[in-house]
T-cell receptor
Framework: GESVGLHLPTLSVQEGDNSIINCAYS??????FIWYKQESGKGPQFIID?????DKRQGQRVTVLLNKTVKHLSLQIAATQPGDSAVYFC?????????FGTGTRLKVLA | NAGVTQTPKFQVLKTGQSMTLQCAQD?????MYWYRQDPGMGLRLIYY???????DKGEVPNGYNVSRLNKREFSLRLESAAPSQTSVYFC?????????????FGPGTRLTVL
């Protein structure tokens, strides 16, 4: 079936550096994608979204890039802070529901 | 606004017991969802309700039933709990429609089945 996956299960980044979290999706018909952040013991929180008619979208310190040719999504976090430590999920829209990836844990090193 | 609320926060059951997880949202959203999250894994959709009065199976519906009680409330029932249902359960809601937009998640229910 269709699936969303992530290349790296754990990413360690020095505080102040930029982080890049990647995601591959397999459904070429998906037209909407979301990145979520999940802190320990909490539910996922929306970070940023992007529609398939866009290649790039920027938020505050975060940028999502979409490459439809290779079905790849990435989340860039600028000047990573300790508060960014969490698990990050990408999700693709499938009609009325979403398909989530397994997640990447981001560890910020002091 | 409280957003999405879930009760209980924690629950321990014995094999074969039944229980209902409650979820409510105050954002006037059309769509609601139940997910389970196992250690080291992503969210897997159990059931969803695209709009009031409709429910549909997700990826892992076996052993569960749902009720969309009204636009605000969406409950998940385990009729006969099994150890394999030990997990964290998240309820979510979204505005709805074919492009659903952001999903808002509740804080989760940690369920242990002995």
């Amino acid at each position: 079936g269709e699936s969303v996956g992530l290349h790296l299960p754990t990413l360690s980044v020095q505080e102040g550096d930029n982080s890049i979290i990647n995601c591959a999706y397999s459904n070429s018909a998906s037209d909407y994608f979301i990145w979520y952040k999940q802190e320990s013991g909490k539910g996922p929180q929306f970070i940023i979204d992007i529609r398939s008619n866009m290649d790039k979208r920027q938020g505050q310190r975060v940028t999502v890039l979409l490459n439809k040719t290779v079905k790849h999504l990435s989340l860039q976090i600028a000047a990573t802070q300790p508060g960014d430590s969490a698990v990050y999920f990408c999700a693709e829209n499938d009609a009325y529901k979403y398909i989530f990836g397994t997640g990447t844990r981001l560890k910020v090193l002091a | 606004n409280a957003g999405v609320t879930q009760t209980p926060k924690f629950q321990v059951l014995k094999t074969g017991q039944s229980m209902t997880l409650q979820c409510a949202q105050d954002m006037n959203h059309n769509s609601m969802y139940w997910y389970r999250q196992d250690p080291g894994m992503g969210l897997r959709l159990i059931y969803y309700s695209a709009s009031e009065g409709t429910t549909d199976k997700g990826e892992v519906p076996n052993g569960y039933n749902v009720s969309r009680l009204n636009k605000r409330e969406f409950s998940l029932r385990l009729e006969s709990a099994a150890p394999s249902q030990t997990s964290v359960y998240f309820c979510a809601s979204s505005g709805g429609g074919l492009i659903t937009g952001e999903q808002f998640f509740g804080p989760g229910t940690r369920l242990t089945v002995l």
